[in-house]
């Protein structure tokens, strides 16, 4: 089994902080620093760079990281193939996720607990990010799996096709734009509220502006908000417009908080895939995880 030390050394690798590593891992960051410093006492040489409040791997520090984490992929395969010689033998294996708000906030809680209902030695780590920063961490190896929106695509990332959503116009209760049929026409000279740039959303909305071929720089944009909580916080106490999944504001349209804007000729989907690194696509706790995301999204559908 791979060392309590050489795991700190892989979390502070993967976070290049030893502030964030000791969040993940509920361990001081002297206790972090200590470990670290006898790891490089034992190999006899630095494994991180200091650069003032940052910290960079040092070429050993990158042969380090990139073998343990090889190592760690043999030892969940031998658990893996184990457990499956003995059912007794429920090894804690671990799976890191990644995936954008709209599937973390609203689609991911009932299967991930539906999951650890069914695999209870699993150990789950879920990471939120917009969909470009969910692949960046993918390449990064920081997670093993992630959930995101339609990306350009990369050729060392495979993806797997999850679910399509819809993004609808909407505005407040109290806006004057609430009882407006819109046309694309119409855009230009309303107040927008908008997601940052890398969202999966904005991606959404950028694609369908372009085909009617107006950019975001004809619009006008009053805010740009992280997440998506956030924008429609926002949204409920102003009279702009903004454009929110569907998943995230059911409560909302129900209850008349908000009211969905038709635009004439604009149909707003995106589709969700699963994005695991090539080389990873027979690894079988993320195959087991995702067709079991697959059938437990199927069966609430």
Same mark, same amino acid.
Not at 75 to 93: A, G, I, K, T, Y
Not at 125 to 134: F, T, W
Not at 222 to 228: K, M
């Given at each position: ?16 902080s030893f502030t964030r590593a000791s969040q993940t891992l509920y361990i001081s960051q002297s206790a972090l620093s200590k470990q670290v410093k006898a ?5 006899? @040489? ?8 940052? /910290?960079?791997?040092?070429? =050993?520090?990158? $042969?380090?990281? !990139? ?29 890191? /996720?990644?995936?954008?708000? @709209? ?7 009932? /299967? ?5 209902? !069914? ?23 920081? /997670? ?11 050729? @060392? ?27 694309? =026409? ?6 927008? =509220? ?46 702009? $417009?903004?454009? $929110? ?8 349209? =129900?209850?008349?908080?908000l009211v969905e804007l038709p635009i004439e000729n604009v149909i707003l989907k995106r589709r969700f895939h699963f994005i ?16 079991? @995301? ?8």
């Amino acid at each position: 089994m791979i060392s309590l030390r050489h795991q700190i050394f892989m979390e502070v690798a993967r976070q290049l902080s030893f502030t964030r590593a000791s969040q993940t891992l509920y361990i001081s960051q002297s206790a972090l620093s200590k470990q670290v410093k006898a790891l490089e006492h034992f190999y006899k @040489t630095a494994l991180f760079e200091r650069h003032g409040s940052s /910290i960079s791997l040092t070429p =050993a520090g990158q $042969l380090l990281f !990139q073998k343990l984490h090889e190592a760690s992929l043999l030892e969940q395969d031998l658990q893996w193939q184990l457990q499956s010689l003995n059912e007794s033998f429920q090894p804690n294996l671990k799976l890191a /996720i990644g995936a954008s708000t @709209t599937i973390t906030l609203y689609v991911l809680p009932p /299967i991930l607990s539906a999951y650890l209902r !069914q695999f209870p030695g699993r150990q789950v780590h879920v990471l939120n990010r917009n969909s470009n920063n969910i692949q960046k961490a993918l390449l990064e190896h920081e /997670i093993d799996v992630g959930i995101v929106e339609e990306l350009p695509r990369v050729n @060392t990332i495979v993806y797997t096709p999850f679910i399509e959503d819809h993004v609808l116009a909407v505005c407040s209760k109290q806006s004057p734009l609430k009882d407006q049929r819109l046309t694309i =026409a119409d855009l230009p000279a309303i107040p927008l =509220a908008l997601r940052e740039f890398g969202s999966g959303t904005l991606a959404a909305v950028d694609k369908e502006l372009d085909r009617h071929g107006l950019g975001q720089d004809r619009l006008q944009v009053i805010i740009r908000l992280g997440g998506t909580e956030a924008l429609k916080n926002f949204v409920l106490a102003d009279t702009c $417009l903004a454009f $929110l999944p569907r998943r995230a504001i059911l409560r909302e349209l =129900a209850s008349g908080d908000l009211v969905e804007l038709p635009i004439e000729n604009v149909i707003l989907k995106r589709r969700f895939h699963f994005i695991q690194r090539q080389g990873t696509e027979n690894n079988p706790l993320i195959r087991e995880f995702i067709r079991f @995301t697959q059938r437990q999204y199927s069966q609430k559908e």
